[in-house]
Structure formats: structure tokens, C-alpha cells
């Protein structure tokens, strides 16, 4: 079964960190592009960050350039995405995301959500004092 599954979540005070998680299962896990996105209440969408087949380009946002990471672990066989100096409007439902059209590829990966085929469930991180 594909499936991508994340955690990490949660509460943290602006300034704070968190670590967020994405386990994919049932395809090859570091031979496609996987991203993460957001979702604020009574937002869209939005890309936050993804990294290319293997370890290929990585991009972010320009509104978490310099503080969020995004890693592929092999010992794990995870994606890490590293939140650093969050900000309130960080908070949202954070999804991680897989495009199978793209496995082998290392060019960089597409931030349109419309891309990509299996989602998580998401992970909410809220970032309030």
C-alpha cells in the first residue's frame, strides 16, 4: 500500500523549533521528489519545501528560506523537515507529499500541489504564545 505518513507536531511558542517527520511505505522511497506543504485555516494550499529524487535540488519557500530544512535520512528512510525560528503564521496543517511522475529525475521539484499523487494525513503545528 502507498502511503506516506507524518508526525512531529504540535504546540510551540514563536521562536521555538520542531522537527516534522514523513515515512513513506510501499514505493522507493528516496527515488521521487516528496514535498511539504501547508495549509492555514481559510488559506490554500501552499509549498513549504521539497527535495528531488535521491538527494537532487531542494527548494523552499522565500517565507521559510533560512529557517525550515528539509533532509532525507537513509538510515531511517524519512524525510525530515527542520522548523527553526517559527513564527505565527507557521501554524497549519503540514502535509508531506510524493510525485511519481518525477522518480529518478534530479531536477527540481515542482511546488504545485496539483503534481503530486499520494498526500499524508498531515501533522498540525501551531505556533502561538
Known amino acids: 500500500q502507498l502511503q506516506l505518513v507524518e508526525s512531529g507536531g504540535g504546540l510551540v511558542q514563536p521562536g521555538g523549533s520542531l522537527t516534522l517527520s514523513c515515512v513513506p511505505s510501499?514505493?522507493?522511497?528516496?527515488?521521487?521528489?516528496i514535498g511539504w506543504f501547508r495549509q492555514a485555516p481559510g488559506k490554500e494550499r501552499e509549498a513549504v519545501s521539497c527535495?528531488?529524487?535521491?538527494?537532487?535540488?531542494?527548494t523552499y519557500a522565500d517565507a521559510v528560506k533560512g529557517r525550515f530544512v528539509i533532509s532525507r535520512d537513509k538510515a531511517k528512510k524519512t524525510v525530515f523537515l527542520q522548523m527553526n525560528s517559527l513564527e505565527p503564521e507557521d501554524t497549519g496543517l503540514y502535509y508531506c507529499a510524493a510525485d511519481f511522475d518525477l522518480g529518478g529525475y534530479v531536477i527540481s521539484c515542482p511546488k504545485n500541489a496539483s503534481f503530486y499523487d499520494i498526500w499524508g494525513q498531515g501533522t498540525q503545528v501551531t505556533v502561538s504564545s
Open positions: 527535495i528531488s529524487s535521491g538527494d537532487g535540488p531542494i
Open positions: 510501499g514505493f522507493t522511497w528516496d527515488y521521487y521528489p
